[in-house]
């Protein structure tokens, strides 16, 4: 016979769900998203400026603590 007991429930996991938003930001398509909870970084695609990386994709920042702190200081619409 075995040890094990089946019917231990079993260790929950929970899921930080993160938020993401699309936009614009000087007439170039912009995405905002929650990398952690409380930690917001903005990337515009533009693919002809140097900064790019080999998607198309520059960083504007990272690391403000909501939405609306990373559209003020980004111009994300």
């Given at each position: 016979?075995?040890?094990h007991d089946d019917s231990a429930p079993?260790?929950?996991?929970?899921i930080a769900v993160?938020?993401?938003?699309?936009?614009?930001c000087d007439g170039?398509?912009?995405f905002a998203r929650e990398t952690s909870p409380?930690?917001?970084q903005v990337k515009v695609h533009h693919p002809s400026n140097p900064a790019a990386g080999?998607?198309?994709?520059v960083l504007l920042g990272s690391g403000w603590p909501t939405l609306a702190a990373a559209t003020?200081?980004?111009g994300l619409i």
């Open positions: 016979m075995s040890a079993a260790p929950s996991t929970s993160l938020g993401s938003q699309y936009g614009t170039h398509s912009a409380g930690s917001w080999h998607d198309g994709w003020a200081a980004t």
